[in-house]
């Protein structure tokens, strides 16, 4: 079954002063009904089951996240006790995902980004833990820059690679 771990952490720096470090941009509405958590949990619902939606944040801002997310189950809110970025996160949530489901296929998704292509992003998602179930692998989805930016990660695709989902993009 497919899991959804949600990395909800950081502290809103690069949208100052709209976004500050006790309310960063994930919890932000930006179009007037919902925050970008509470939209990337709409488009992941459709899919997968709350029960099998899981969030990981720091636990600053633990009241904020249960004030946006009412009916996601409490022991689906992940809070870290001191915040050790992405890394950390993921352990932290595969730990507890695997206790509760030895098989489960997870997906990783940061929601402080506006996710517009919401069929599309489902579709990879699906294509992805398809793909990692069969080879029991990990795999790692991108999108290509369209400009240099030090504040983002890079991936290298190698020629040789061993597999390479086609055609996924918009």
């Given at each position: 079954?497919?899991?959804?771990?949600?990395?909800?952490?950081?502290?809103?720096?690069?949208?100052?002063?709209?976004?500050?470090?006790?309310?960063?941009?994930?919890?932000?509405?930006?179009?007037?009904?919902?925050?970008?958590?509470?939209?990337?949990?709409?488009?992941?619902?459709?899919?997968?089951?709350?029960?099998?939606?899981?969030?990981?944040?720091?636990?600053?801002h633990a009241k904020a996240l249960r004030q946006q997310l009412p009916s996601l189950p409490k022991r689906n809110l992940l809070f870290e006790p001191l915040a050790k970025n992405t890394a950390a996160a993921v352990g932290l949530a595969s730990v507890i995902i695997r206790r509760i489901d030895p098989?489960?296929?997870?997906?990783?998704?940061?929601?402080?980004?506006?996710?517009?292509?919401?069929?599309?992003?489902?579709?990879?998602?699906?294509?992805?833990a398809k793909l990692a179930q069969e080879r029991d692998a990990l795999v790692v989805v991108g999108i290509r820059p369209d400009r240099p930016a030090v504040e983002y990660g890079y991936l290298k695709i190698i020629k040789n690679a061993k597999c390479k989902i086609n055609n996924l993009h918009p």
């Open positions: 079954m497919i899991h959804a771990v949600i990395l909800a952490g950081g502290w809103g720096r690069r949208l100052w002063p709209k976004s500050r470090q006790n309310y960063p941009k994930q919890l932000l509405c930006f179009n007037k009904k919902h925050s970008l958590l509470q939209n990337l949990i709409y488009i992941l619902n459709s899919q997968i089951p709350k029960e099998r939606i899981w969030v990981v944040s720091s636990q600053e098989e489960a296929v997870t997906v990783v998704l940061s929601c402080d980004q506006m996710y517009s292509q919401k069929r599309r992003l489902l579709q990879v998602i699906k294509a992805a």
